[in-house]
């Protein structure tokens, strides 16, 4: 993992800001997606693939397999690539990885690599690179056979970056969809559910490519609770949802008439049963499939509980289903900061209350932010004045939104430091503008890419 750089004004000034960096770097250490891999793949004493842990492993005999395919996407894709490869060595045969530009590492040399191939595409809307990526990783994956063996790594991006248009759609469709989606407040569950629809890979389609080769896909998973199906819109799993319910996504936040008629058309089409659902649960297919969970943002969120703990702090963690609302869920974590500054509840201090989720923004204004930092913007006009108390918001990819900032640092003294530079909460909050507040405060944490991906945590310390 990259040597993380956690510093503002804020958490400088804090008397506790060594052991507050420790616990960060623990949570993100502890989601390390080549440690990850290593974890939860192994060659054992015979030279079998060894897929799992405990009871759930499941034994893959080499020897009997032609070929070894390596297929991936996602932010954490180069590390988990590299510890694939290192388990693997020369019985891997080919591969092509498609991470978010910016996010292969400094230290990746893929000259290093010659049986794989490496591509950067953009993120969260998908690109002409994502597409012609896939399309590479498509023409690899049909060429496997019965008796061979594909290994696929997909973590946090990988919808945007794993894309190949459905028939009849255009690109710049997707494009405007997806931007559509993502300022209208609407969650990844929901997002997912119609890119599984609108795209040859998603919702199971990439094991429909790779069938009918064995196939192991190893996930680091950034949504809630975990759903296979939703993560990077499940391109292994089975898709429980249907073309009505991604029609039903449209309906529920009023954007039909804003939806590109390309796309609105298929899914007409596909609700009368004129196009071939996604594949469903009991399909034969799913039988040569084995799907692996193998971080998440409860292992991060117990990493950073049990660092904390050894720093001195009482520590609870509350929840890793946050969710709602940024800037709302920003007041709900002041008012535990409240109750922990002026009751010692629901934790004596010196106090640590770690939380993991992933909230939304509803797009209103023209500003600069994401999700992270709107949390910490919302906090800051109920935490005027509480004294020995320090909020702390991270994106654990490390760029929360389309900024650079992984989230941003507030205290007491936060509000009264906004107001002697003019800066009005309530005014940026409007303009969904939290990146130009906190830069100007100097409390954004830019810690750069993090190579991996479990969703968000936030914490409160009490002093």
């Known amino acids: 993992m990259p040597n993380l750089h956690f510093s503002s004004h804020t958490l400088d000034k804090n008397p506790r800001a060594d052991s507050i960096?420790?616990?960060?770097?623990?949570?993100?250490?502890?989601?390390?997606?080549?440690?990850?891999?290593?974890?939860?793949?192994?060659?054992?004493?015979?030279?079998?693939?060894?897929?799992?842990?405990?009871?759930?492993?499941?034994?893959?005999?080499?020897?009997?397999?032609?070929?070894?395919?390596?297929v991936g996407a996602g932010k954490a894709v180069a590390p988990m690539a590299l510890a694939a490869t290192e388990i693997l060595g020369d019985q891997l045969s080919a591969g092509v990885l498609i991470a978010k530009a910016g996010h292969l590492g400094d230290s990746f040399q893929p000259a290093d690599f010659p049986h794989l191939r490496f591509y950067e595409a953009g993120h969260p809307v998908p690109d002409e690179r994502g597409v012609h990526?896939?399309?590479?990783?498509?023409?690899?994956?049909?060429?496997?056979?019965?008796?061979?063996?594909?290994?696929?790594?997909?973590?946090?991006?990988?919808?945007?970056?794993?894309?190949?248009?459905?028939?009849?759609?255009?690109?710049?469709?997707?494009?405007?969809?997806t931007r559509r989606l993502l300022e209208s407040g609407a969650t990844i569950n929901e997002i997912n559910c119609?890119?599984?629809?609108?795209?040859?890979?998603?919702?199971?389609?990439l094991a429909q490519?790779?069938?009918?080769?064995?196939?192991?896909?190893?996930?680091?998973?950034?949504?809630?609770?975990?759903?296979?199906?939703?993560?990077a819109s499940g391109p292994t799993v089975a898709d429980p949802t249907t073309f009505s319910t991604a029609w039903q996504v449209l309906e529920r936040y009023r954007l039909l008439d804003v939806t590109p008629s390309a796309i609105r058309q298929r899914l007409l089409a596909g609700r009368a049963g004129e196009i071939d659902e996604t594949p469903k649960p009991g399909y034969s297919l799913f039988s040569r499939v084995q799907n692996l969970i193998i971080g998440s943002n409860r292992l991060a969120a117990c990493a950073a509980i049990e660092q904390a703990q050894r720093e001195g702090f009482s520590v609870l963690l509350l929840t890793t289903s946050l969710q709602g609302e940024a800037s709302q869920a920003g007041r709900f974590?002041?008012?535990?900061?409240?109750?922990?500054?002026?009751?010692?509840?629901?934790?004596?201090?010196?106090?640590?209350?770690?939380?993991?989720?992933?909230?939304?923004?509803?797009?209103?204004?023209?500003?600069?932010?994401?999700?992270?930092?709107?949390?910490?913007?919302?906090?800051?006009?109920?935490?005027?004045?509480?004294?020995?108390?320090?909020l702390l918001t991270l994106a654990t990819d490390g760029d929360d939104g389309p900024t650079g900032a992984a989230g941003a640092v507030v205290s007491?003294?936060?509000?009264?430091?906004?107001?002697?530079?003019?800066?009005?909460?309530?005014?940026?909050?409007?303009?969904?503008?939290?990146?130009?507040?906190?830069?100007?405060?100097?409390?954004?944490?830019?810690?750069?890419?993090?190579?991996?991906?479990?969703?968000?945590?936030?914490?409160?310390?009490?002093?």
């Open 194 to 205: 119609l890119r599984k629809h609108l795209d040859e890979v998603k919702g199971g389609g």
């Open 133 to 177: 990526a896939t399309r590479k990783a498509l023409e690899l994956l049909r060429k496997a056979g019965e008796h061979d063996l594909v290994l696929c790594l997909i973590s946090g991006g990988g919808s945007a970056l794993l894309t190949h248009p459905a028939q009849g759609l255009e690109l710049n469709d997707l494009q405007q969809l």
């Open 333 to 390: 974590l002041a008012s535990l900061a409240h109750e922990l500054a002026r009751y010692n509840a629901p934790l004596p201090r010196p106090a640590c209350l770690v939380l993991g989720g992933e909230t939304t923004v509803t797009l209103r204004g023209k500003g600069l932010g994401g999700r992270n930092q709107e949390m910490a913007l919302g906090a800051v006009s109920d935490l005027d004045g509480l004294e020995n108390v320090l």
């Open 412 to 463: 007491g003294e936060t509000l009264q430091r906004a107001f002697a530079q003019g800066l009005s909460p309530h005014l940026y909050l409007a303009d969904n503008d939290s990146y130009h507040f906190f830069a100007a405060l100097d409390d954004l944490l830019k810690p750069g890419p993090t190579l991996t991906n479990v969703n968000d945590l936030a914490f409160i310390f009490t002093d």
């Open 21 to 70: 960096r420790r616990i960060l770097r623990r949570a993100l250490q502890a989601v390390d997606p080549a440690e990850a891999v290593k974890s939860h793949l192994r060659l054992d004493q015979d030279g079998n693939l060894v897929a799992g842990t405990g009871e759930t492993a499941i034994s893959y005999p080499l020897h009997a397999f032609d070929h070894v395919y390596l």
């Open 209 to 231: 490519a790779a069938s009918p080769a064995r196939l192991i896909t190893l996930i680091l998973s950034d949504v809630i609770g975990d759903p296979l199906d939703v993560i």
